[in-house]
């Protein structure tokens, strides 16, 4: 198998960018130091090296969530009728 002729170039950068775009922040921001310019200092990997599922998950689990609302929404009681034999479905709030 000739490596020059495997196209890995065309592979890893659309994983890169699915990697940038990820849903964990560690992960999402590990996957950018790629599209920064190469005239910033080196990176060490050793620094990277304790990052595991588990740490990733337990720090995520971990963050302090952000309070959306100040107060407790008002309560909706909603009412949901079914009529399966003629196929109509109606709600009331």
């Given amino acids: 198998m000739d490596p020059s002729k ?3 170039q065309e592979s890893y950068l ?3 960018q ?3 775009m ?3 922040p560690t992960v999402s921001g590990l996957a950018r ?3 920064d310019s190469l005239a910033k200092p080196l990176y060490d990997l050793e620094d990277f090296m304790d990052y595991t599922y588990k740490s990733m998950v337990d720090s ?3 963050l302090k969530k952000r309070k959306f609302l100040e107060e407790e929404p008002p309560a909706v009681s ?3 009728n079914q009529e399966w034999l003629n196929g109509t479905l109606w709600v009331e709030a």
Avoid: T
Wanted: overall charge negative; proline content about 0%; glycine content about 0%.
């Fill in 14 to 16: 659309w994983e890169i």
């Fill in 18 to 20: 699915a990697l940038q």
């Fill in 22 to 24: 990820h849903a964990v």
């Fill in 33 to 35: 130091v790629f599209q």
């Fill in 6 to 8: 495997c196209n890995a």
């Fill in 60 to 62: 995520e689990v971990n």
């Fill in 78 to 80: 909603i009412k949901v």
